[in-house]
Antibody, heavy 118, light 109 residues
Framework: QVQLRESGPGLVKPSETLSLTCAVS?????????WGWIRQPPRKGLEWIGS???????YFNPSFNGRVTISVDTSKDQYSLKLTSVTAADTAVYYC???????????WGQGIQVTVSS | EIVLTQSPGTLSLSPGERATLSCRAS???????LTWYQQKPGQAPRLLIY???SRATGIPDRFSGSGSGTDFTLTISRLEPEDFAVYYC??????????FGQGTKLEIK
């Protein structure tokens, strides 16, 4: 059974970098699929941030204006998100999820709350 | 960027009733790339329908999806107490890019 679990700091200071990791179990990242990050601000909807393939190819939501980096560590079956220059608007629950290149996010992590505050 | 608009924002119904949720796209969307999710408080979204009309594994047959082009519908034939939640539609577009609708809250009347 495919499982994903997010980890990282729950509190980040404004202007700093948000760093999260998603650990995958029950499936090898190198076996295929894309691995994405989605976030949900408080009382709001879902926003796709970006995704990565095991080869390292990435693509991002242009609304993040180059602030996003996603990397993969195939030896550990995990991948990571870095979001730079954060502001209060980046406060959200961050989810990792597996998906085919086209459409549906099939498996989701439980989500991790990240608050940006001094 | 394709914008998805869901209606209504909130739908108040009773168990046993039929629910019809709408998702309208600002441009034509391939049916293959239209997906529906259910989200309950404190939980991650759950995949319900993909390819506009295919139920995901384990999803009861009271859930159905339909539509094409710019208009898509999620129907729940007979509401069960556990169906009251927020529902999101999502599309895959070129670039690639994934966008979600703003959600429809299905609440108990």
């Amino acid at each position: 059974q495919v499982q994903l679990r997010e980890s990282g700091p729950g509190l980040v200071k404004p202007s700093e970098t948000l760093s999260l990791t998603c650990a995958v179990s029950g499936y090898s990242i190198t076996a295929g699929y894309y691995w994405g990050w989605i976030r949900q601000p408080p009382r709001k909807g879902l926003e796709w941030i970006g995704s990565i393939f095991h080869s390292g190819s990435t693509y991002f939501n242009p609304s993040f204006n180059g602030r996003v980096t996603i990397s993969v560590d195939t030896s550990k079956d995990q991948y990571s998100l870095k979001l730079t220059s954060v502001t209060a608007a980046d406060t959200a629950v961050y989810y990792c999820a597996r998906h085919p290149i086209v459409a549906r996010f099939e498996y989701w992590g439980q989500g991790i709350q990240v608050t940006v505050s001094s | 960027e394709i914008v998805l608009t869901q209606s209504p924002g909130t739908l108040s119904l009773s168990p046993g009733e039929r629910a019809t949720l709408s998702c309208r796209a600002s441009q034509s969307v391939s049916s293959s790339y239209l997906t529906w999710y259910q989200q309950k408080p404190g939980q991650a979204p759950r995949l319900l329908i993909y390819g506009a009309s295919s139920r995901a594994t384990g999803i009861p047959d009271r859930f159905s999806g339909s539509g094409s082009g710019t208009d898509f519908t999620l129907t729940i034939s007979r509401l069960e107490p556990e169906d009251f939640a927020v529902y999101y539609c999502q599309q895959y577009g070129s670039s690639p890019m994934y966008t979600f609708g703003q959600g429809t809250k299905l609440e108990i009347k």
